[in-house]
């Protein structure tokens, strides 16, 4: 087994929600030692939705697999001392600090910069200035609600995906693998504020939006689910169910001109049009009509019929599939007879990527590791319950004894290890 | 000025459209020196829309800034060769490849690592088994577009934020620093590929998605603008717009309920359903008449007055903003007065992440550098005009003499530097 990519790194996760814990887990499937730090009983996001049948959070599962869990009394100086200990003895990969609590000195760069002066510290806040914000009210003033959905619809159109909190945790873990590289190279610590907001204005940013809209002085329409600038939609299939399908350069648009039967009327079309619908833009000014020629080809057809014969094509297209059609799809027997090892775990999972693991709390479920695959890539390990890690931390980073770790218990100081909760 | 964390290293990246790109210009943005090299005349990204008025693609200039930029025939064993003696060429901090580039011998890993053992090669492709995808087609397999959208509506809903690509971007940059930290510490390069299936299916498993349809068996109903689990949603305003409201927290929802004089109706409404609002789960059950109660206080408000009732309580708003009415609040002229250097350079920009820069081929344009703020982060910088660096790269790093140069650029190997296509 080739050693993981992040052996040596351990990362001090005092976080709720999505961001800092997605950010303390991407390090944490990579091999980083990642200490999630709670209050006694678990942060705000302990039992957030969606719930499994036993009552434990299927959310809080998902986002700390493969980390340690730790529960302190945050109110109590000695449990305040205890995470500045943590950082100071986490040793020469550790004094690494992942945050999105705000507002508290002792957890503040300043205060542990002085116990460990190469601390790597990153905050991760709602506004540039310090004030809250969550992905929905970030997502809100960006632009994007406005301009998703149907396009005769008016009002805004939120999604459900929280992105932006997905990507200001990536950005979180890549901002630590850089200041760890470069405490490496200069032995200088890191403080790093990373705002929810700067992360979704730089990406709206990157992706011309901000641009367009300076420039152009409007606002770019609402186009259903159309891709803006080339060639994309949903179609209605024989079967009741619905496709996307996409061209996204000339090649892909002729290879569907030619599975559909209509280059010739395409070529027809663009002669009438003066149009060129090799270029992204052409395709994209006319695909209302481009759509409607080609929606009957799909309304003949169900799926089965339309992967048959766009395969072998440059087209890019996939069913919509619901939640449980993908979960019935990753469940598949298909592959297990091929795969031995999981076959006699009882996993029936049949992407390579997904496992069916055994979650303290929860029982059998799906989960994943990390997408970046690599030769070795371990298998996904479960989240742990809240607090199961006390006693092993403490006792490990420093050398506290079995009575004395007991007492901080008793004391209320810190967490039991044995949490009436489930994670 | 505190020196950029990723100094020292090299990335050559073969790139186009989102992904790829957006990881490149993630650790360019943080100090590595990031060579994306295209095919003479560009890659099939070059035009993507939006446009700037001069023709060239905001797109592609706002997923590029701060790269160097060569051209290379691709298809000219010489044009694969000079790729192959870069990768050689680039240093202790080199040697890092990152591509979506698929189906090109001469650019796989194993081709590379003759060369160059220890180098680090991250694949971005469609699905793990190599078949293509895009974000678009990625999305509509992943159970969103049918919870997306107004709780009537029964047709799938496309997200427009292409938000599988952004973090399929931001994995490879993880991947990519992980992987160097590895090679510092043991020598070793790594092959690493990253399909953008895979990280929407970790992305949705680790939300939770996959566990709760595999438990429940059923898929999450579709509910417009709310909350899954809390209590968050949109409101009209008096004015005619729209803000979105977060209650993450028991506290949060108190808050509220006291701003808008709700609190003894919320009380008696507890009383009334058995339900407990500070609870999550309840406020979430009893959304809609939650909501309805709450709507006629935000219809007889503007969104000034609303802005001052709810100033200094924990609730989370924002206004619903356009693309227009964003650029127009990052053009502001209130901060202008009090930031000379900003003024003195006609920067109209007024958030800190956010400047005015003179981009090549488009002209003054908003842009933003890294969102990972720290002490000394730079200003944000241009995308290069394609090519620009074509001569310099070859004479820096493979000590090619001007006459070389040309020559290549002659037989049409490399670029000639003077593209006739602008970014």
Known sequence: MTAALLDGLTVLEISSFVAAPLGGMTLAQ?????????????????HRWPLAPSGASLYWAGLNKAKK?????????????????????????????????????????DQLARVRPDVIHLQIQGHHDGRPAVDYTVNAGMGFP???????????????????????????????????????????????????????????????????????????????????????????????????VATITGRHFADLATATGLTGTFAELERLLGADFAADGDRYIHREVIASLLAPWFA????????????????????????????????????????GDRASDGDRASHPLIREINQPGIGRVLASGSPLAREGRPDPEPAPLLGADTAAVLADLLGLSAQDIGALADRGVAGSGHPGGSP
Chains 1, 2 share one sequence.
């Open 146 to 244: 406005l301009i998703t959905g149907p396009e005769e619809y008016q009002a805004p159109v939120n999604h459900v995906l929280p992105a932006w909190d997905i990507a200001c945790g990536l950005y979180a873990a890549i901002g630590l693998l850089s200041a760890e590289r470069h405490r490496q190279r200069t032995g200088e610590g890191s403080q790093i504020t990373l705002a929810l907001e700067d992360v979704a204005l730089a990406l709206t940013g990157n992706l011309g939006f901000l641009a367009e809209a300076q420039l152009a002085g409007t606002d770019r329409p609402r186009i259903g689910n159309h891709l803006y600038g080339g060639f994309a939609r949903d179609f209605a299939t024989a079967d009741g169910e619905r496709v996307m």
């Open 69 to 109: 869990s730790v529960t302190l009394n945050f109110r109590d100086p000695d449990g305040q001392r205890i995470l500045t200990d943590l950082v100071a003895a986490s040793g020469p990969g550790g004094g690494i600090v992942l945050t999105n609590a705000v507002g508290r000195p002792w957890l503040g760069y």
């Open 300 to 339: 003949d057809r169900d799926v089965a019929e339309i992967g048959r014969q766009l395969a072998g094509t440059s087209v890019l297209w996939s069913r919509y599939r619901r939640f449980t059609d993908l979960v019935g799809d990753l469940l598949r027997d298909g592959d297990r007879a091929s795969d």
């Open 30 to 46: 990579l091999g980083a030692d990642v200490i999630r730090i709670d209050p006694i009983g678990g942060a705000a996001d302990q």
